[in-house]
């Protein structure tokens, strides 16, 4: 009976499928365990060996949890919206849609094939029109809500309503625009519709605003920051410029504390928590108003050192900044406009990057200080953006770096602050420093100091203390086609959410994916696309992350076409309790998700405050390269080792058709038509191929499909080899050279099972306390290794106990049945066909226990101790660990074994060390 994996992977597949083995329901008398990987975006390339390893992983962890008692979800899906398939589209003239649907089936294809644990039967798209509905719905609750910081939540915008009719703004304490009207109750009431949805839209979570974003005119959209590199898009790499557009916001600000205070809760990577801190970026300092010369306008800027005001010697402005138009001089109109044009082809990510170049212009205004009375010049410059704080910082040369340099290279003053005193310096010699007293704080310290600062700008009405984040509002809009409708009409250019009962309002049908003549994103292009048949939709659509910021909520409840999710469904799952994925995503999908969670939790949808307990980042399997080297000017290839005897050119080789580094000679003649003639210098008979650690691409060669492992060595192998690999949150390198040993382990733990003639055969003997210890051994370790997610240590310690059993001849069922369920989470198919020769009849080994671990089985009751005499160790004494040190040195001289070793000498001396070794002088 061999093991022919392929037959067997194929038989539990289709049972699994067949019989919805990994299908689960709320079950009260169960504890519930989420499993959650981050859903992959379905490419056309589909899965490459590297994609795999986070699923593997949590695949393990679910049938682990299973086989322990819980009730386990673990779901997948697909984030299926986004830009490969529009530029595919905008490219073929094909849908989409069309694409999408081959592209998941593709990857649902490969994925089946691997054994994944997954129940099916909750499988979302983010593009199918009855996903969307919610996520236009939920976008729906955001624009009906608004931030109450008296109660530090969401909440309704009717409560809102009702306070302006009320008391009009007079008891508002919200988050809400920088510039909102105060009004009485009586004047709310007069004003008409329009008045009020323009005063209610500045305080909404979700709100149109205009911003500067990130303008890609070839790719005819706004992109994010992190899709941007160096002025260029990402994709494709078009110039990408700065650009002012009404857009869809949402007041992610108003969670900025919940957000940071909520990383204490949860147990997730270091690196993420602080990239998320710095995002955050909560600064507590003072809000200082500079009064502007010849204006009646004020700059407002931003500082944690108010103490450093007296050195204060310039203002800087973003080159944005609404002022700067009116501010400029005609002298310096030119200058100033050149510089804002040249701002445009930098991105906001390059402009915070860049600390080395020094850029600027005068816009010839100045302010007042209002502590010191100084006349200070306002510049603007690139370094300072107008989204961050007030878009404007009062420059302390001596006590910031840029301000330093930035003062230097245009000549401007320098301050230094003393205890008691300022000294200006210039950036000219020949000038005289001139000293200006600090007043009020002289030595004072830190905190004296500011507190005596606020207290005065606060009383003469230039300022007030202030907590500042450096996150804004994040960007919900995009310009292309393929994305969620935003469920939002027009009248009177306001915007009004459409009826519920109209949702989902689903992606129209077009003539192009491309945007208008007029520029115009694609849904402009919808013949008769309005509501009711009157009214302009909003013609972006939603950004990418919008699907993939409450998808685990639609897994709880994925048929439900009454709710996103019910609250049985959402009170019995909770929260995602381990979540897999990787850590590109600590900025974007990661910080969205939990403002999402936190407005539903709000709004009483959702009952948890952080999304997911605990989250590991898987690393990356890296690509390993092959070379061979072609002889300069000829088409004959020299092995390795022979290279440096000739004047040669690497060149990448397909991977698939190297094996442990040797090539494939025929496979290599017939993979292009230029190597068909090819002539090789052998090393051993062999052409060696060089090799190199390179990311997985397909212009290296190197990329390796899962599925072509999985029908060489089986998905069971594959399983295995990639958690071999090292530890999962370290990147690694593919290398095919070890799999083998691997696939050699599978068939040695089968021919346990198996008699002399090849026949399956157990025994009901009792077993040996050596297949015992063998046993519990690695029950106790792979429980210890799942707990950490050591699964790399696992696997080894399986080989090692198969090896141990090998050797022991073992074939008892009291040993190998529970060894299969152990087993059963990394290599699933053999541990079914196993279980079900063992157990016929009795379904799968998912539904088996977990086999408890007895520690009396790894204790020793005897001890081999070594037997030195004269220091030398000559042979072994087994002995009872129960005897005591004088009852050992008797059974040691009694022993006829090593009476010839003392030559019929009495030892002068017998030391024993219990347990460890009987040390004897003669």
């Known amino acids: ?232 898009s990402e994709r494709g790499g078009h110039p990408v410029e700065q650009k002012k557009m009404k857009q869809w916001s949402m007041r992610i600000s108003a969670y900025a504390e ?125 370094y300072v953006l107008a989204g961050y704080g007030t878009g404007a910082v009062m420059a302390v040369p001596s006590g910031d770096e840029r301000d330093f340099r930035f003062a230097k290279h245009f000549n401007l003053p320098i301050v230094q602050i003393l205890d008691s005193q300022v000294i200006e310096e210039t950036a000219d010699p020949t000038k005289e420093g001139k000293y200006v007293n600090s007043g009020l704080i002289n030595g004072m310290s830190y905190d004296e100091a500011m507190k005596a600062l606020v207290a005065k700008i606060e009383a003469e009405g230039t300022g007030k203390a202030k907590v500042n984040y450096r996150m804004r509002d994040a960007i919900f809009a995009r310009q292309r086609y393929w994305g969620e409708p935003v469920p939002v009409y027009f009248k009177n250019d306001l915007p009004h959410l459409i009826d519920e009962a109209d949702l989902p309002l689903v992606l129209p049908e077009v003539d192009k994916y491309l945007p208008t003549e007029s520029g115009e994103p694609p849904l402009a292009r919808a013949a008769g696309w309005k509501y009711k048949g009157e009214f302009e939709y909003e013609h972006s659509t939603m950004p990418g992350w919008a699907g993939s910021s409450w998808y685990w909520y639609r897994y709880m409840d994925a048929k439900n076409d009454q709710e996103f999710s019910s609250k049985e469904a959402a009170a019995y799952w909770k929260d995602v309790d381990l979540y897999i994925g990787g850590s590109e995503h600590a900025t974007g999908h990661l910080l969205y998700s939990r403002f999402w969670n936190k407005v539903l939790k709000d709004l009483g949808y959702v009952n948890e405050e952080e999304p997911f307990k605990k989250l590991i980042n898987q690393g990356m399997i890296q690509g390993r390269s092959n070379f061979v080297y072609r002889i300069l000017g000829t088409n004959k290839f020299v092995s390795y080792g022979l290279r440096k005897d000739y004047e040669t050119h690497p060149l990448h080789v397909d991977v698939n058709i190297v094996y442990n580094d040797v090539l494939d000679l025929d496979k290599f003649k017939n993979s292009l038509p230029d190597y068909a003639d090819a002539e090789f210098i052998l090393e051993d008979g062999k052409y060696i191929c060089g090799h190199e650690v390179e990311k997985m691409s397909k212009s290296k060669y190197n990329v ?81 290794d799942v707990a950490r997610f050591s699964f790399n240590t696992s696997v080894s310690s399986y080989m090692i106990c198969v090896n141990e059993l090998t050797a022991l001849k073992c074939n008892k069922r009291a040993i190998l049945e529970p060894l299969v369920v152990v087993l059963s989470p990394y290599a699933p198919h053999i541990a079914e066909e196993l279980w079900a020769l063992l157990n016929p009849g009795k379904g799968s080994v998912i539904n088996a226990t977990y086999p408890e671990f007895k520690a009396e089985y790894l204790v020793e009751d005897a001890f081999d101790y070594p037997i030195s005499i004269n220091g030398k160790v000559k042979t072994k004494l087994n002995v009872s660990l129960a005897l005591e040190p004088a009852d050992v040195e008797k059974l040691v001289l009694e022993s006829a074994d090593i009476a010839k070793y003392l030559d019929g000498k009495t030892p002068k001396k017998v030391i024993v060390v219990k347990g460890r070794i009987v040390n004897m002088v003669i």
């Open 258 to 382: 919940r957000l940071l205070q909520g990383l204490d809760t949860i147990d997730w990577p270091d690196p993420i928590r602080e990239m998320q801190r710095n995002w955050i970026g909560k600064s507590v300092g003072a809000l200082l108003r500079f009064k502007l010369e010849k204006f009646e306008d004020k700059i407002e800027v931003f500082t944690t050192r108010l103490d450093t005001v007296y050195g204060v010697t310039f203002l800087v402005l973003a080159p944005e900044h609404e002022l700067v138009a009116q501010i400029t001089t005609p002298e310096q109109k030119a200058e100033v406009e050149a510089y804002i044009t040249k701002t445009k082809q930098k991105s906001e990510r390059d402009r915070m990057a860049d600390v080395k170049t020094v850029s600027g212009a005068f816009t010839g205004a100045y302010a007042i200080n209002p502590l010191s009375g100084e006349q200070v010049p306002v510049w603007i410059a690139d």
């Open 1 to 232: 009976m061999e093991y022919k994996f392929r037959e067997i992977e194929q038989k539990w597949q289709k049972y699994w499928s067949d019989n919805h083995t990994y299908k689960v329901d709320i079950d009260v008398n169960k504890p519930k365990y989420y499993v959650l990987d981050m859903f992959p975006y379905p490419s056309g390339a589909g899965l490459h060996v590297g994609h795999p390893l986070g699923y593997i992983a949590s695949d393990i962890f679910t049938r682990f949890k299973r086989l322990k008692g819980f009730n386990v979800l673990h779901p997948m899906g697909y984030d299926a919206f986004g830009l490969p398939a529009e530029q595919y589209a905008i490219q073929t003239g094909q849908h989409p849609a069309i694409t999408t649907d081959q592209n998941t089936k593709r990857y649902r294809e490969q994925l089946d094939r691997i054994g994944f644990a997954f129940d099916w039967s909750r499988e979302i798209r983010t593009c199918d029109a009855d996903y969307y509905k919610w996520t236009q719905w939920i976008f729906m609750q955001l624009f009906n809500a608004w931030y109450n910081n008296d109660t530090n939540k969401a909440e309704s915008i009717d409560t809102l309503i009702s306070k302006f009719e009320t008391n009009g703004t007079s008891n508002v304490n919200a988050v809400c625009d920088e510039e909102v009207r105060s009004f009485t109750a009586a004047e709310w009431k007069s004003m008409g519709e329009d008045a009020q949805q323009k005063e209610l839209l500045k305080y909404r979570l979700t709100y149109l605003s205009e911003s500067v974003v990130n303008w890609c005119a070839a790719l005819g959209t706004v992109l994010a920051n992190d899709e941007v590199i160096g002025g260029f």
């Open 704 to 784: 390796v499909s899962p599925d072509d492992i999985v029908e060489q060595y089986g998905a069971d192998t594959l399983r295995m080899y990639e958690m071999f690999l090292g530890p999962l949150e370290q990147s690694k390198p593919w290398n095919t050279n070890g799999i083998s040993g691997v696939y050699n382990f599978l068939r040695k733990f089968w021919n346990l099972f198996l008699d002399e003639k090849g026949n399956f055969s157990v025994s009901d003997e009792a077993p040996t306390k050596a297949e015992l210890k063998a046993l519990h051994k690695i029950i106790q370790k792979v429980e210890e």
